[in-house]
Nanobody, 126 residues
Framework: QVQLVESGGGLVQAGVSLRLSCAASGRTFSAYVMGWFRQAPGQDREFVAA????????YYADSVKGRFTISRDNAKNTVYLQMNTLKPEDTAVYYC???????????????????WGQGTQVTVSS
C-alpha cells in the first residue's frame, strides 16, 4: 500500500505558473504508475497527466498539453505537476493517484488507479 500527500496548491492569477508535489510513502515508489487528476465543483474527476514507472513515458489530457509537465523523482518518492500559463478553467482540486499497473499502462480514468491523495486546491483568478 502507498500513502499520497499533495502540496503546492493555492490562489494565483491567470498566466502564472504553479508546481504541485505529491509525496509517497509505503511500498516501493518506483513500482507505481502515477497520475494527476482534477475535479471542479459539480463536475466529474478528470484526467490531467500520467507518468510511467521510470518517468520515460508520459501522457496528457488535450486541455493541458503544452502547458503542464508531469515528472517524478524516484529517489525522493515524489511526483510533480508543473503547471504553466494557468487559466481560470484550471481551477479545481488536484489529486495525485498511484497504481501498481503490472502492464505499465498509463490509465486515463479514475478506475485505473488504486491509491489516492486527499487533494490540493488550485484556484486561478482572471
Amino acid at each position: 500500500q502507498v500513502q499520497l500527500v499533495e502540496s503546492g496548491g493555492g490562489l494565483v492569477q491567470a498566466g502564472v505558473s504553479l508546481r504541485l508535489s505529491c509525496a509517497a510513502s509505503g511500498r516501493t515508489f518506483s513500482a507505481y504508475v502515477m497520475g494527476w487528476f482534477r475535479q471542479a465543483p459539480g463536475q466529474d474527476r478528470e484526467f490531467v497527466a500520467a507518468i510511467s514507472w521510470s518517468g520515460s513515458s508520459t501522457y496528457y489530457a488535450d486541455s493541458v498539453k503544452g502547458r503542464f509537465t508531469i515528472s517524478r523523482d524516484n529517489a525522493k518518492n515524489t511526483v510533480y505537476l508543473q503547471m504553466n500559463t494557468l487559466k481560470p478553467e484550471d481551477t479545481a482540486v488536484y489529486y495525485c493517484a498511484a497504481d501498481e499497473s503490472v502492464m505499465g499502462v498509463l490509465a486515463t480514468t479514475p478506475m485505473g488507479y488504486k491509491y489516492w491523495g486527499q487533494g490540493t486546491q488550485v484556484t486561478v483568478s482572471s
